[in-house]
């Protein structure tokens, strides 16, 4: 048998061009821009620790809080840090007493939680943030999960 060479045509050669232009895509995405992208966040990303609150919870919630767990951004699912510390107080309220004045009152079976959280915080111009994407503000209410709670926490204060 004759094997006869067969000469390429131009659906070929488009076929060839396509698969070699896809693939310095699949290469420049992959390795150059994600590399840079990358290489930005975790040099300027720093261990910090935070202090935030939960209101207004019953015991098994804070029996639930645990130190050395972690905790997820509840909108984001990225691991906003490490709960380093959990303290609790029973939580109180002012009401008006017959004299017009206040008289401080504790909720029954309601406590207060504060709890530290050391995570890779990333101070931007914009403010700071979690890994690069969860902005964090003092101040502001976020809803978060642990393993075995979903509280709404309080940030109060962010050490720089």
Do not use: W
């Amino acid at each position: 048998m004759k094997v006869s060479k067969r000469r390429p045509n131009i659906v070929d050669i488009l076929i060839i061009l396509t698969l070699v232009a896809v693939v310095v895509l699949a290469i420049v995405k992959t390795g150059v821009v994600n590399r840079a992208e990358s290489s930005g966040v975790d040099e300027s990303a720093e261990k910090t620790t935070y202090t935030a609150f939960v209101d207004k919870v019953r015991m098994p919630t804070v029996n639930a809080l645990h130190e050395g767990d972690l905790i997820f951004d509840d909108k984001t699912g990225v691991c906003i840090g490490e709960i380093k510390t959990v303290a609790y107080e029973p939580l109180f309220y002012n009401l008006p007493d017959g004299s017009g004045g206040m008289v401080r009152a504790q909720y029954p079976d309601y406590y207060r939680v504060t709890m530290s959280i050391e995570g890779s915080v990333i101070e931007k111009e914009d403010g700071y943030f979690v890994d690069g994407v969860v902005e964090l503000k003092v101040n502001s209410e976020m809803d978060v999960f642990t393993k075995y709670v979903k509280p709404t926490i309080k940030v109060t204060n962010i050490e720089m």
